[in-house]
């Protein structure tokens, strides 16, 4: 079982920046790959960014490319997602997400708000 623990949402107006982190437990497993999701109210989940743990590649949903920025610390088992030019649009619950194993399992955080004012 893997846990992961998400922090750093908020409120913010639009135009200005926040910083996810998501932190996964004791590293007994072999990561592939973390990622960032979101849900706003009334929509489905969706992807926003994901980074290889490898090799450090990086892909965004092109509604956030240019604006937000993926990275991870390997040796702190954490991903981070620098979100710049937040717009109203950008408000959602956040959910980091990690897949692990060669059996390619995937686990959930539990969330974090973010909120951007117009």
């Known amino acids: 079982q893997v846990q992961l623990v998400e922090s750093g949402g908020g409120l913010v107006q639009a135009g200005g920046s926040l910083r996810l982190s998501c932190a996964a437990s004791r590293r007994t497993y072999s990561i592939y790959r973390m990622g960032w999701f979101r849900q706003a109210p009334g929509k489905e989940r969706e992807f926003v960014a994901t980074?290889?743990?490898?090799?450090?590649?990086?892909y965004y949903a092109d509604s956030v490319k240019g604006r937000f920025t993926i990275s991870r610390d390997n040796a702190k088992n954490t991903v981070y997602l620098q979100m710049n030019s937040l717009k109203p649009e950008d408000t959602a619950v956040y959910y980091c997400?990690?897949?692990?194993?060669?059996?390619?399992?995937?686990?959930w955080g539990q969330g974090t708000q973010v909120t951007v004012s117009s």
């Open positions: 997400n990690v897949i692990v194993g060669p059996g390619r399992y995937d686990y």
């Open positions: 980074i290889s743990w490898s090799d450090g590649s990086t």
